[in-house]
Nanobody, 123 residues
Framework: QVQLVESGGGLVQAGGSLRLSCTAS????????AGWFRQSPGKEREFVAA???????NYAGSVKGRFTISRDNAKNTVFLQMNGLKPEDTAVYYC?????????????????WGQGTQVTVSS
């Protein structure tokens, strides 16, 4: 059974930074694409960022230039560095893996999901 364990969420003031991590139990991790999504109360889950098997990245317009997705294949881990956080970034953040290796924006392309980690940005 594939497990994704997220960490790094928390409470931060507007303008601050957080780094989310997601470690997966899949092998070989290198073949998978990975994405981050988020969901706020009363809203649908939305795409944040993704990275494909080769390291090519894809970002939502609302986070481009502030967030950076990266991966460390040796550690089976994908990261989301979030800088310049805004109150509207407050959400539960989920990581996901795509066995096809893509950096898709659509959540239904992803096969495996983490449990989510809360990010709260105060104004």
């Amino acid at each position: 059974q594939v497990q994704l364990v997220e960490s790094g969420g928390g409470l931060v003031q507007a303008g601050g930074s957080l780094r989310l991590s997601c470690t997966a139990s899949v092998r070989p991790f290198d073949d998978y694409g990975a994405g981050w999504f988020r969901q706020s109360p009363g809203k649908e889950r939305e795409f944040v960022a993704a990275i494909d098997w080769s390291g090519s990245t894809n970002y939502a317009g609302s986070v481009k230039g502030r967030f950076t997705i990266s991966r460390d294949n040796a550690k089976n881990t994908v990261f989301l560095q979030m800088n310049g956080l805004k109150p509207e970034d407050t959400a539960v953040y989920y990581c996901a893996l795509d066995s096809a290796g893509s950096s898709a924006r659509l959540s239904n392309r992803y096969d495996h999901w983490g449990q989510g980690t809360q990010v709260t940005v105060s104004s």
